[in-house]
């Protein structure tokens, strides 16, 4: 069905945006989106998967990322240590 929608200029741009990171038209995030808005309802049978979109966080290759909390935890205890010794002292 063709019908004219008129959008916010920020919200269009947000939709375009969208549409070349998952390399699809502007027409098929729009109905995605209104899709998603509608929860189930709204979603027709076998319909695709959204493709993941890669990120890189600007972390330096080798280093492991499921130990940061672990490395958290380290310095933080390190900053407590210095920190008591400095009051004992």
């Given at each position: 069905m063709r019908t004219t929608l008129t959008?916010?200029?920020d919200?269009?741009?947000l939709l375009r945006i969208r549409a070349k990171e998952l390399g699809i038209?502007?027409?098929e995030v729009m109905n995605r989106v209104i899709r998603s808005g509608l929860g189930e309802r709204g979603l027709?049978?076998?319909h695709p998967i959204p493709k993941a979109i890669p990120h890189s966080f600007g972390?330096?290759?080798g280093l492991d990322l499921d130990k940061l909390n672990q490395l958290t935890d380290e310095l933080e205890s390190?900053?407590?240590l210095k920190s008591?010794?400095?009051r004992m002292a």
């Open positions: 959008l916010d200029d919200l269009a741009a038209s502007f027409k027709r049978p076998n972390f330096n290759s390190e900053e407590f008591f010794q400095k």
